[in-house]
């Protein structure tokens, strides 16, 4: 990439070709994680900095927060700070000026934790307020550590606050579509709450580990991203149909009589019908899944004994995260198997009930499937996602807002 530098001295039609530049790379850009990254990427060539971290208001909480952007394997991490504070960001975000430190060290105003988690050290630092087009403050642009080693200069100043003008609605934009996208997959996950809570011990549990399976399957199957994400969040689901079963059968605590399995079956009926004619990608997801997520590869599952390929992959894949849970889950009408028999089960039912294709998935997802199950044996009552690999997994993708969402309720669920 080429950048001419912004400290340098720079005409009239030098800054504009900048401006315009930024303008063409940050505009289209609505995921907010993505718009960020990239904006701060732009930030660190055009200033020519050691880092730049945007710090965005959230209001709620009263806090500023910013994903680490490198070090020490923390990508993606949340840094919070409170907005009342009297660190140097939190006073820009309080009073909309800027504030320029020589020497970040010696200002009380300036804090180390974020220097202490990323080995950086801040030597010069810059911080403006980011505000939208009515001139509310949203958050903070900070730079820190120019290249040259000199102090930021009012030129500086006045390019990042340019910069943060230029932004400020994209990152707004974001923020609102980010704001929708999450208040969907809460409705999702209630509703599925709706649908599971009856008939089992540990909703929050279940949905979340089919979820995190069905992305993990989605992934090593070669899936990209954004279509892995859609199967994890369309997956909790995939039962809406039990809303419409009678308690006598959902919550038998014994074996279902011939007659009341074949009742039991219509809960895929019932979800496809729920989910019929659905406009969204993720619901359109969900219908499949809920239709079909009892097809079995060999033709022998329910409702229409469709075999093989003819089943939706989607509902391949939640058909193996949903077995295997089930499996290692306590039912009204079962014990708990241990996580090595559910395993042997699956790998078991490969051609019979299982595309072959996802059990080999499966396989190679199992060392990170174990470990989630370890440590959710072990904290029954607070099942928080344990394992490092899982965990990163799951954050790799773009809705940390729906980690956010279930990592909140499951936070909340805690005794
Ligand atoms: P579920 O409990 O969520 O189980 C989902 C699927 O996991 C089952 O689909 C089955 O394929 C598998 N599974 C669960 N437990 C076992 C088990 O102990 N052994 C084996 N081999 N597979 C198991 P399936 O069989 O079509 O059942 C669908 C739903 O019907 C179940 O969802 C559950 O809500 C209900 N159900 C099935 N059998 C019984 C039963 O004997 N008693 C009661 N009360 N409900 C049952
Ligand atoms: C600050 O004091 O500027 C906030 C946190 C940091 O970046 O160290
Ligand atoms: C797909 O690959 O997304 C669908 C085709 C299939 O059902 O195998
Ligand atoms: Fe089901």
């Not at 911080?127 to 730079?143: E, T, Y």
């Not at 009678?246 to 074996?255: M, R, T």
């Not at 773009?398 to 936070?411: C, Y």
Request: charged share 25%.
């Amino acid at each position: 990439m080429q950048y001419f530098h912004a400290n340098n001295k720079l005409t009239a039609e030098q800054k504009l070709k900048l401006l315009v530049e930024f303008g063409t790379r940050t505009s289209g850009e609505i995921r907010l994680d993505k718009l960020l990254d990239i904006i701060a990427q732009q930030i660190t060539a055009i200033l020519d900095v050691g880092r730049c971290t945007i710090y965005l208001k959230d209001v709620e909480k009263n806090e500023l927060w910013s994903k680490i952007a490198q070090g020490r394997g923390l990508e993606h991490t949340e840094i919070r700070v409170p907005l009342d504070g009297n660190n140097a960001v939190s006073i820009v975000a309080r009073t909309g000026e800027v504030i320029n430190l020589p020497n970040a060290y010696e200002d009380p105003r300036f804090s180390m934790d974020v220097d202490m988690v990323t080995d950086f050290r801040t030597h010069t630092m810059l911080a403006v307020p980011l505000k939208n087009n009515s001139g509310k403050v949203l958050g903070v642009f900070q730079v820190a550590n120019k290249a040259d080693g000199t102090p930021f200069e009012k030129n500086d100043e006045g390019i990042l606050t340019l910069l943060a003008t230029l932004a400020g609605s994209s990152i707004e934009i974001a923020k609102l579509y980010q704001d929708v996208h999450v208040a969907q997959l809460e409705t999702i996950y209630r509703l599925a709450i709706t649908a599971e809570y009856r008939d089992q011990q540990d909703t929050r549990a279940h949905l979340k580990n089919i979820s995190i399976i069905s992305y993990l399957l989605a992934r090593a199957l070669g899936m990209g991203t954004k279509d892995s994400e859609l199967i994890k969040n369309a997956s909790p689901l995939h039962d809406i149909g039990k809303v419409a079963l009678a308690d006598h059968i959902l919550l038998k605590p014994g074996k279902l009589t011939p007659e009341e399995f074949e009742i039991m079956k219509s809960h895929t009926v019932y979800g496809g019908r729920i989910l019929e004619g659905a406009h969204s990608k993720v619901l359109k997801i969900a219908h499949k899944m809920s239709l079909y997520h009892h097809e079995k590869w060999n033709g022998k599952g329910y409702p229409n004994g469709l075999k093989g390929e003819e089943i939706p992959l989607e509902a391949r894949i939640i058909t193996v995260a949903d077995v295997f849970d089930a499996l290692c889950q306590f039912r009204v009408y079962k014990q708990a198997w241990k996580t090595e028999d559910a395993y042997e089960y699956i790998l078991s039912e490969s051609g019979i009930s299982f595309d072959p294709r996802i059990v080999a998935a499966f396989k190679k997802i199992y060392p990170s499937i174990r470990k989630l199950y370890a440590h959710i044996s072990v904290n029954k009552k607070t099942p928080v996602s344990g394992a490092a690999e899982t965990q990163a997994a799951f954050e790799s993708t773009d809705s940390s807002a729906h980690d956010a969402t279930f990592r909140s309720m499951i936070e909340n669920d805690k005794e």
